[in-house]
């Protein structure tokens, strides 16, 4: 990147998200009228709570019950695989070696299990056991002890939403982000929840929500992170598991020597440039020892990784084989088409809403030539299957006979395998279409692909965003042995880079705390030219969010919740967007469009009269701002694509004429 000069700034009012004159207010109630939840200490992991663990996992009984499975499939993960290894005679369990039964009794189970001395014997004897299962013991107690905490703290969410929110647990399930938000904002006037501001924005409880996760999604956009890498046979591939993630959050976030002292506060040395090389060696060297850590660990991670993988997909391949075959949105992909200030489940619908488009534009692919390997290989193994069966129908004892079973199950497996490979007969080619539908979703495509939809080189691409199922448990399976080596070798040159980008892109917003800067959506300070901010916008290259990250995440943000009032700059550029695209699309003034509702309307309508109507209501508001998103982000990315075509002309044109010039000059 290159060098910029801003340092680290506290927010300015014309842009602090707080009303006027109250920039600096510290509110003081009266100890005899405080409420239980008058300021609440830690807001952003209050606010986490309310929207991830109670809102998403349907109420305190869901995520008990969640929490508590999680522990014994830990230990049962744990227990078997010991059991498997040490407690099974596997001779006798495979016929090899015969046990004292007379020739009519057949053997069972209990007949291959060893003896419990002999078990513990073994397991005793065994170094490693002992070393696996000291490492799980103290892992799972670490577990156990943040199960009892989560519990403490979800029983007060759960008090706050039916004694402050006045909601129901029953209720929960149907309502939405909006409506809780909504009373949340209400409450802030009756409680003082936040004492360092009179009300608080939606804004305010999304930048609380989402401080370390809009650090994240503007690192990915700004390329910051290594997760890309050219291969030599391979090409540009895209690695971000789950375990690396993990290690970025421990290193900048939360974890021991990270750069914020706390969950709202970025430490005071990273906001000052005087000592930003030595800072830069701080870090560096502790990517180092952390990347180590990742290496010793590597061993016990790796066969965690491998068993319960083991343990979680292989009843689902045997149910449906064809699931490796079928595709997800992968973690980057995840990451790269998230909006500033999204919440999980607010990017998880509307990737949903993509998938089967998605689906479909990859299948137009399906290579000719695998599909006729397909089908001869599909009809070969299902004569073979058919007359297996067939004799298995005619005479069960056919079973018994040694690697019947197990042909009957490859042969399954390989005709559903083959099956995937087939297209649908009725199925019309037609990417460049799909390509649109999808992009009305994800909000989010390099304009390269646009007309393009055809070329390998676009679906290579967008396997990157949308990749196998198999492909996704693969590189977790890679991970704990590829994680510390991008910390070591990749993560760590970047280190400078890294405390430059904390320090310019990060500002203090009063009553929230130090934020992303690009989580204002601010378009005077980080939008692009080529995405109607031409003329808006002060914002260097270096601060310009790339793909038109800002002016999408805004009009996001904006269309997903109406009562927030951005400031005057903003909301002219929302303004002036709606009435381009309204009249493109109709060309009618936007005050007589039939759809349209104003703040009263929307406020009268949400206060419907049944529990029934304003969960209606809700839905129908849903999906209403989900079409009017897409709306604007095909308008948006066309107007970006003839930008840059015509930037792209201008260019051609000038070096033409600067050729035929010289060619004149050179000819006199």
């Known amino acids: 990147m290159a060098h910029f000069d801003t340092e680290y700034q506290r927010l300015e009012a014309s842009y602090s998200d707080s009303p006027p004159g109250e920039e600096n207010l510290l509110m003081h109630v009266p100890e005899g009228v405080k409420s239980q939840w008058h300021h609440i200490e830690n807001l952003d992991l209050f606010f986490q709570r309310i929207s991830f663990c109670m809102l998403l996992k349907n109420g305190f009984t869901c995520m008990l019950l969640g929490e508590i499975f999680e522990l014994v499939q830990l230990l049962f993960v744990v227990c078997f695989t010991v059991f498997l290894a040490n ?53 799972w107690l670490h577990r156990l002890i943040k199960f009892i905490y989560n519990v403490c703290c979800y029983w007060e969410i759960r008090s706050f939403y039916i004694n402050a929110l006045k909601m129901t647990m029953s209720e929960l399930p149907y309502a939405t982000w909006q409506e809780v938000q909504a009373r949340i904002v209400e409450i802030q006037k009756e ?79 990273y906001k000052r440039g005087g000592n930003r090389l030595e800072l830069a060696d701080r870090l560096a060297s502790r990517i180092l020892w952390i990347g180590i850590a990742n290496l010793l660990l590597c ?62 534009y990859m299948n137009c692919f399906l290579s000719p030539l695998l599909t006729v390997v397909a089908k001869n290989v599909a009809f070969f193994a299902g004569s073979l299957l058919a007359v297996l069966i067939a004799l298995t129908i005619y005479d069960e004892d056919v079973l018994a006979v040694e690697h019947v079973l197990s042909s009957i199950t490859l042969l399954g497996v390989c005709v559903t395998v083959c099956r995937s490979f087939i297209p649908d007969k009725h199925m019309v080619f037609c990417p460049e279409q799909l390509l649109r539908v999808i992009l009305a979703h994800i909000h989010y495509m390099p304009d390269h692909w646009q007309g393009n939809a055809h070329r390998y080189e676009t679906r290579d691409q967008f396997s990157q965003l949308f990749q196998y199922k198999a492909v996704f448990i693969l590189e977790e399976l890679l991970s704990p042995v590829v994680t510390p080596i991008i910390l070591i070798f990749c993560l760590r040159r970047k280190s400078l880079e890294i405390i430059d980008f904390f ?33 808006k916008t002060e914002a260097s290259i270096y601060q310009q969010a790339e793909d038109g990250k800002t002016e999408l995440s805004l009009m996001h943000f904006a269309i997903t919740n109406p009562q927030w009032q951005p400031p005057q700059e903003t909301t002219h550029f929302i303004s ?16 007589t469009h ?18 029934w109507e304003g969960q209606l209501t809700s839905l129908v508001l849903s999906e209403y701002a989900s079409t009017e998103m897409s709306i604007h982000a095909l308008y948006m990315h066309e107007v970006s694509s003839y930008e840059h075509k015509c930037k792209k002309w201008s260019v051609v044109m000038y070096e033409y004429l600067h050729f035929g010039f010289s060619a004149l000059y050179l000819q006199q």
């Open 191 to 269: 409680h003082q929840i936040c004492i360092h501001k009179k009300e608080l924005t939606e804004l305010d409880i999304y930048h609380r929500i989402l401080r370390f996760k809009n650090y994240m999604v503007a690192m990915v956009n700004k390329s910051l992170l290594p997760v890309r890498f050219r291969l030599p046979i391979l090409g540009e591939c895209v690695f971000y598991t789950r375990g690396l993630k993990y290690n970025f959050e421990l290193i900048f976030f939360w974890g021991p020597g990270s750069l914020f002292e706390n969950e709202w506060s970025l430490k005071p040395e």
């Open 503 to 535: 320090r310019h892109f990060t500002v203090e917003v009063v009553g929230v705390g130090d934020t992303c800067s690009f989580a204002q959506m601010d378009i005077r300070q980080h939008g692009h030219p080529a995405w109607m901010s031409e003329g």
């Open 576 to 591: 002036q967007l709606k009435e381009r695209v309204h009249r493109e699309a109709t060309g009618v003034p936007s005050d």
């Open 87 to 139: 407690c099974v005679d596997y001779d006798i369990l495979f016929a090899n070696k015969f046990v004292n039964h007379t020739d009519s009794s057949k053997v069972t189970l209990p007949d291959a299990f060893i003896p419990m001395d002999v078990c513990s014997s073994r397991i005793r004897d065994n170094a490693f056991v002992i070393f696996v299962l000291m490492i799980s013991g103290v892992f």
């Open 299 to 360: 061993p016990v991670i790796l066969v965690w990784q491998i068993l319960y993988a083991f343990f979680s997909y292989t009843e689902v391949i045997k149910r449906e084989p064809g699931s490796l075959g079928a595709r997800c949105w992968s973690l980057y992909g995840r990451c790269y088409l998230r909006h500033f200030n999204e919440l999980d489940h607010e990017l998880m619908s509307r990737l949903s809403k993509g998938y089967k488009a998605a689906s479909k």
């Open 594 to 611: 039939p759809l349209s509702l104003s703040e009263t309307d929307a406020r009268t309508v949400s206060s419907g009269s049944s529990a």
